[in-house]
């Protein structure tokens, strides 16, 4: 797996294991990082792209908020 190969910061997930952890949709957590909802940065692994995401304890608080207020509405990555 290429995000193996990649040196992470603390408090770092690729966006499968942030998406598993939130348990919401991979296409979800991506939507949320590409309209600026979450702080990460981009990383190449055995000529892969690999999305890092920063999230402390605090910050997955958030983002589970942020899920279960979507589900709540039906409109994910909408919460503010």
Same mark, same amino acid.
């Given at each position: 797996? /290429? =995000?193996? *190969? %990649?040196?992470? $910061? #603390?408090?770092? &997930?690729?966006? /499968? $294991? ?6 919401? /949709?991979? %296409?979800?957590?991506?939507? &949320? +990082? @590409?309209?600026?909802? +979450? @702080? #990460?940065?981009? $990383?190449? *692994?055995?000529?892969? /792209? %690999? &999305?890092?995401?920063? *999230? ?8 589970? =908020?942020?899920?279960? $207020?979507?589900? =709540?509405?039906? @409109? ?5």
């Amino acid at each position: 797996m /290429p =995000s193996a *190969a %990649v040196g992470r $910061e #603390a408090d770092e &997930w690729t966006l /499968p $294991e942030l998406a598993y952890e939130l348990a919401m /949709p991979p %296409v979800t957590l991506y939507r &949320w +990082l @590409k309209h600026g909802r +979450l @702080k #990460a940065r981009q $990383e190449t *692994a055995a000529g892969h /792209p %690999v &999305w890092l995401i920063q *999230a402390d304890a605090a910050e997955l608080a958030r983002l589970k =908020s942020w899920r279960a $207020e979507s589900r =709540s509405r039906g @409109k994910p990555g909408t919460a503010t």
